[in-house]
């Protein structure tokens, strides 16, 4: 009874682990939205311009093995806190990703594009996840890749994500282990990744 008394003391959730708990009558919403306002300020980008979109879809990253190299520890700081931030932020997972590829020797473009993924947060840093308690439990897998995404080693990228009703409750963007040789090849891969997390859900 005392250990059930001092749960019952503790309130509501509202914060854990750099987690912001929004509990409503209708459902749960989750964000990190401190944690990007924070972010901000770290980095110095609370007076830079937004942009609409995290990363520029025209624009391949490669080594850049001539461009001017940035301060390595700096450079992995930012990874790190957006690698983290990826845990209510499953839009901005792909570009986090691709940007974390090139910690080894990161160069301005790298930064360029890293601080772009800041910007996009600075005008959506409201956003997160909403779980509803009505939806039912229907389990769901959506997947989808880039053929040949990757400029240093020519290979694609799986992206896949679970839905439980409405509920999103699983996702990840990563690049695959072998080059394909199609489109197809490199979607039927993904679509692997998919189903074995299902499978794996449903077992679980």
Request: hydrophobic share 35%; net charge positive.
């Amino acid at each position: 009874m005392q250990s059930k008394f001092e749960m019952s003391m503790m309130g509501e959730l509202t914060f854990f682990l750099g987690l912001q708990v929004k509990q409503l009558k209708d459902g749960t919403f989750i964000s990190q939205t401190k944690y990007t306002r924070d972010l901000m300020k770290k980095f110095g980008m609370k007076r830079k311009s937004l942009v609409k979109i995290p990363m520029n879809t025209s624009a391949k990253i490669d080594m850049d093995t001539e461009g001017k190299t940035v301060d390595q520890t700096r450079y992995r700081a930012l990874i790190g806190s957006l690698l983290y931030l990826t845990a209510s932020r499953p839009d901005i997972t792909y570009d986090v990703g691709v940007c974390a590829r090139f910690q080894s020797a990161p160069k301005e473009s790298h930064m360029t594009a890293a601080k772009r993924i800041l910007r996009y947060l600075k005008g959506s840093h409201g956003v997160g996840l909403w779980y509803p308690k009505e939806g039912g439990f229907k389990l769901v897998g959506y997947l989808d890749s880039d053929y040949v995404g990757c400029r240093v080693d020519k290979k694609s990228t799986s992206g896949t994500c679970q839905m439980l009703g409405n509920r999103l409750i699983s996702w990840f963007s990563k690049k695959q282990n072998s080059i394909a040789i199609s489109t197809a090849e490199a979607e039927y891969i993904a679509a692997g990744s998919c189903c074995a997390q299902v499978l794996w859900m449903r077992q679980h």
